[in-house]
């Protein structure tokens, strides 16, 4: 087995899931966001790569999710309403009220443009530093503190419960 094969290996069985995890924060769809790793491992394995580390390859990985999720938005002109964000409880509200429920946050995303998610999921999931965002998007850092402020601003109203969670 060549040495790409062992670092894809490693990749998928030991950071899959927080892969799938950021590609799902960005997409708000779970078929969606396994296409978007998939199209992502694709891109970064489907060539012969020398020299790859565990390290270095989740990182392209990552990178190529952004790039891929924020071109296809772009091409797509909109953003695809989604039909499980709208999703009713039959259940009684339990102690789990007090914690933003997980629909909310997805409907409250899906209102951001792809530049504007994909600073939020970096830098509240992610949890990179306003450099670090920039650097991974290849954009001013006076950018990303724009996106971000934007970005909060059309959460706050959405997300009343969460304000301090935010900032």
Known sequence: MASWEHVFTDLAQSRGRALLRCAYLLTGDAAEAADLVQEALLRTFGRTTRGLTLESAEAYVRRTILTVHID?????GRWT???HLVASRDEAPGPEVSVVDGADLRSALATL????RACVVLHYYEDLSVTQVAEVLGCAPGAVK????????RLEPLLSDSREGLR
């Not at 296809?72 to 797509?76: D, E, K």
């Not at 724009?146 to 601003?153: F, I, P």
């Open 72 to 76: 296809g938005r772009r091409r797509s």
């Open 146 to 153: 724009r996106y971000l402020s934007d970005a909060r601003a």
């Open 113 to 116: 443009s792809p530049r504007q």
């Open 81 to 83: 309403r989604v039909r």
